[in-house]
């Protein structure tokens, strides 16, 4: 997946059409009200859940023209291209949007450590919810960091 | 997993502690402006991709009670147990949560027909996002719905 890397994708505005937006092959993302989609990424190899995050036009279409995942950070307010820092950057093999296109699946293959958490772990849900005396509690998996965030990002 | 039916969780506020946020036992989802969490919903089986879908805090505590996913629709405003009406109700294997505590993941088995996709499919993300002459288009995958929306919904 690789198209022009300097082009600015233009995407139509949503149909106001359930089954152009359901069944066609039109890609009209529906950015919500603060300019956004939620992207929900995959390892390409295995499919295991990697992280969630979220894109404006500009990282959706930086996206597609280069192959390469960008996001929105919504904390730093910035375009951010995922492993920039740490060099756990993600080729994207695969997109998919679902029925009512207000989402993205990205499926990657992730360079470096492939650590996609800023923790140094591989998946950001390292944690399990789980219910005990009528709380929720969290615990932890057996997942180890891959690397020291000291290290890679100097914090 | 599962708890008291009726029992309401109080979840607790986020700690304004980075470490005991990413590190820590306690769960404290970090709902969103308008009281909504992210959920990503998997198969427990073969961990393919279903839905993306929104909880508040009320949905998120009768998920985790009665071990069966509550969401909450936007467009309808409502409390929603996925497949009261069709029949593919979702029962939670697993639970699990990202480093910011801003998402939670779903490990589900569905039941009925196992179509999670309103449309019949099994999973919503049944379109490509390609691209094509510098633009994006969508292209279908090859799966077919499981079942007619007319008979499930009337509609």
Same mark, same amino acid.
């Given at each position: 997946m690789r198209g022009d890397e300097d082009a600015v994708i233009a995407f139509p505005t949503p149909a106001n059409d359930k089954a152009a937006l359901e069944e &066609?092959?039109?890609?009209s993302p529906r950015f919500d009200a603060d300019g956004l989609i939620t992207a929900v990424v995959n390892d *390409? &190899?295995? &499919?295991k859940l990697l992280m969630v995050a979220h894109m404006n036009a500009e990282a959706l279409s930086k996206t597609l023209t280069t192959g390469i995942a960008h996001y929105w950070s919504r904390s730093r307010q910035s375009l951010w291209q995922k492993g920039? @820092?740490? &060099?756990n950057r993600q080729r994207v093999v695969e997109m998919r949007t679902d029925c009512d296109q207000d989402a993205v699946e990205l499926r990657v293959r992730v360079e =470096?450590? *492939? *650590? @996609?958490?800023? @923790? =140094? %772990? %591989?998946?950001?849900?390292?944690r399990i919810v789980a219910m005990r005396n009528g709380s929720a509690e969290l615990r932890h998996d057996e997942t180890k960091p891959l690397f020291e965030t000291k290290k890679v990002y100097g914090k």
């Amino acid at each position: 997946m690789r198209g022009d890397e300097d082009a600015v994708i233009a995407f139509p505005t949503p149909a106001n059409d359930k089954a152009a937006l359901e069944e &066609g092959s039109v890609f009209s993302p529906r950015f919500d009200a603060d300019g956004l989609i939620t992207a929900v990424v995959n390892d *390409a &190899g295995d &499919g295991k859940l990697l992280m969630v995050a979220h894109m404006n036009a500009e990282a959706l279409s930086k996206t597609l023209t280069t192959g390469i995942a960008h996001y929105w950070s919504r904390s730093r307010q910035s375009l951010w291209q995922k492993g920039e @820092t740490s &060099g756990n950057r993600q080729r994207v093999v695969e997109m998919r949007t679902d029925c009512d296109q207000d989402a993205v699946e990205l499926r990657v293959r992730v360079e =470096g450590l *492939a *650590a @996609t958490c800023h @923790t =140094g %772990r %591989r998946s950001c849900f390292y944690r399990i919810v789980a219910m005990r005396n009528g709380s929720a509690e969290l615990r932890h998996d057996e997942t180890k960091p891959l690397f020291e965030t000291k290290k890679v990002y100097g914090k």
